[in-house]
């Protein structure tokens, strides 16, 4: 049994361009038009013997020649053909083929990527994700958190940021990004507790404040009560039982 040629041939087949159809046209004719004319001359070599052929005559002089001439047609169709002398297909190919070929380039981008994550320990392990309790950034924990030197703790602004730490600490190392991160949230931690500071601080100043008026008023009225006997002018300013303006009510 005899093998399938095309089943040995190794990768794919390439499609023959036009410019190949055209170069083997050309060649084919340009050979079949050579072997004619030196047989109409008495140049061509023989098939059969050594050396060349005589000169045509009669009917097959005049065959070689209307052949001839039909080789030279052909070479000049091929020659007048504008279609085959264009590049728009080519050039609309050729972009095509360089699209395939970004394309092909971003997919093998995308499946290194995700090779990539598939090997990070933050994948591997399933470590756990949280949001720190002041709300200013994401922890990645793998292990007790309550027992710092059994735990691998990674932190960060986002969930990214925090498990890419997660994999620097894994490894033994801290990023230079995390070190950034934490000394931003050291400062906003440190700025937050100062204004609670100063709040508070605020407020007692207002408490005591409010605690001492209400004293400074007894005093006040205890001083009007010894200097004027046993009825108090501040409680007459106020609307009292009595008036010293008013001697009718005083009298009755």
């Known amino acids: 049994m005899r093998d399938n040629p095309i089943q040995k041939a190794q990768g794919p ?6 410019e190949m159809v055209t170069g083997h046209q050309l060649a084919n004719l ?3 038009g050579g072997f004619l004319l030196r047989s109409i001359e008495g140049q061509a070599e023989s098939m ?4 060349t052929v005589s000169a045509l005559d009669g009917g097959a002089k ?3 020649e209307v052949a001839f001439v039909k080789v030279c047609q052909g070479i000049e169709n091929i020659l007048d053909d504008k279609w085959r002398w264009k590049t728009v297909e080519r050039d609309a190919l050729l972009v095509a083929s360089l699209d395939m070929v970004k394309q092909n380039t971003e997919f093998l981008k995308t499946q290194t990527a995700a090779a990539a994550l598939v090997l990070r320990p933050s994948f591997r392990f399933r470590p756990s994700l949280a949001k720190l309790a002041d ?12 027992e710092p030197d059994s735990a691998i703790i990674g932190v960060g ?11 620097d600490m894994f490894a033994g190392t801290a990023n230079e990004k995390m070190k950034q991160w934490a000394l931003a949230r050291e400062k906003v931690i440190d700025d937050n507790a100062a204004n609670e500071m100063d709040l508070k601080r605020l407020d007692s100043t207002r408490g005591h404040a409010t605690e001492e008026a209400p004293n400074r008023g007894n005093r006040r009225r205890a001083r009007t009560k010894r200097q004027g006997g046993g ?3 501040l409680d007459d ?3 009292g039982k009595g008036s010293a303006a008013d001697p009718g009510h005083g009298g009755s």
Do not use: K, Q
């Not at 059969?48 to 050396?51: A, K, V």
């Open 231 to 233: 009825h108090s002018h």
């Open 62 to 64: 005049m065959a070689a």
């Open 157 to 167: 602004e986002t969930p990214e940021d925090a498990y890419t730490a997660f994999d």
């Open 48 to 51: 059969f013997s050594e050396g």
């Open 13 to 18: 087949v390439p499609l023959p361009t036009l």
């Open 237 to 239: 300013a106020e609307g």
């Open 135 to 146: 709300g200013l950034g994401w922890a990645v924990i793998l292990g007790n958190p309550d």
């Open 30 to 32: 340009i050979n079949v």
